[in-house]
């Protein structure tokens, strides 16, 4: 790779596969927390070209093209453009958006090709994958049981993560750069094998993506001589869905498929999904966020004219999330239930 190629990456791509997506778009310009440091608010942007970014917080690096971003992220010498473009070749040919039709689903044995899985890639280099195994919730056997730090990490989100756990996995892994460095996190599966890893480091939450990025579906169970449900929950983040899973802890979830976007920026990628599978998902409910990147998706699926849409913004609403509100409320979780049934039965669609 060189130079001239590296530039054809569009940053916004590259960002998504490290982890990160936008907050919100203003003007055609994507504007993310900065991959850079831990950043509470916004600031750093991408041009509507995906070809340059800036950071308004950094005192470093004030910003430049993608070989000034890998310098940066990658902490590489200021003239080693060499080892910039070392890191960014992983990525190249793999930046390509497309429609995978196969669910890797781990829970309840609902196993079925629905989305057709594409073939297997090499994982990105900004973290390796060293292990994964069953989530563990437990540290220790007698009745003085403890949770473990990350099953702590769930219950500190209001979730629960026994109801949660045959979702996830326990992952251990390493910066790249500092394979030494032994880190463990939360891991949700994706339809490509790739896993969304969640974990928080002292004071400071972490968030990446390990391996190919992607959607995860989940599909409803079959019963013999009913038909196949079609009604489908569309989530932005694995948390919120784990965080539904909480809430609806007494609803059967294997009558129902569930499609966890992974992030704002694959809601083509799973709009399209929909439109191309054998089945008619509908009606699609959506639990996506309500900032300007959750709703500029949520729009995608709202213009659909042939199944029925609707939200789920009500459970949640004052807050960015279902699970933002779950936190707030997760002394008191019925209080989410109060006023609505998860059947939707009194619900109309949404119009944005």
Request: one cysteine or more; proline letters at 5%; hydrophobic letters at 35%.
């Amino acid at each position: 790779m060189n130079i001239a190629q590296a530039k054809q990456i569009p940053l916004d791509e590259l960002l998504s596969w490290l982890g990160y997506e936008p907050a919100k778009e203003v003007n055609g310009e994507l504007w993310y927390n900065s991959p850079f440091r831990d950043d509470d608010t916004p600031s750093f942007k991408l041009s509507s070209s995906r070809t340059a970014w800036f950071d308004f917080g950094d005192g470093l690096t004030n910003g430049g093209n993608i070989i000034d971003f890998a310098l940066r992220y990658y902490k590489l010498p200021e003239k080693d453009v060499s080892g910039a473009l070392r890191e960014l070749r992983a990525f190249s040919g793999r930046l390509v958006a497309n429609t995978p039709k196969q669910a890797t689903q781990r829970a309840e044995n609902r196993q079925e090709r629905v989305f057709k899985k594409p073939e297997a890639e090499e994982q990105p280099t900004g973290h390796i994958l060293n292990f994964e195994k069953p989530f563990e919730i437990w540290q220790t056997s007698n009745r003085f049981r403890k949770y473990t730090p990350l099953a702590q990490y769930l219950v500190d989100r209001g979730i629960d993560p026994e109801i949660a756990a045959p979702y996830l996995s326990t992952i251990g892994f390493s910066p790249s750069r500092q394979p030494e460095k032994k880190w463990f996190g939360v891991g949700f599966r994706n339809n490509s094998g790739g896993f969304e890893v969640r974990a928080k480091f002292g004071n400071t939450g972490f968030k990446a993506c390990i391996g190919k990025k992607d959607l995860t579906f989940y599909s409803a169970k079959s019963v013999e001589g009913e038909p196949k449900p079609t009604k489908t929950y569309v989530f932005e983040s694995f948390l919120d869905f784990v965080s539904y899973l909480t809430v609806f802890k007494k609803t059967n979830s294997s009558n129902a498929n569930y499609l966890i976007l992974n992030g704002a920026t694959l809601a083509n990628r799973g709009l399209e999904a929909i439109k191309q599978s054998e089945t008619h998902f509908s009606p699609l409910i959506l639990f996506t966020q309500l900032d300007e990147a959750g709703q500029e998706a949520s729009r995608k699926f709202l213009e659909l004219t042939d199944r029925d849409v609707l939200t789920g913004w009500h459970y949640y609403e004052g807050y960015k999330d279902l699970n933002e509100a779950l936190q707030a409320k997760k002394n008191k979780p019925d209080e989410l239930l109060a006023k609505f049934s998860p059947e939707f039965s009194q619900y109309l669609k949404h119009k944005i």
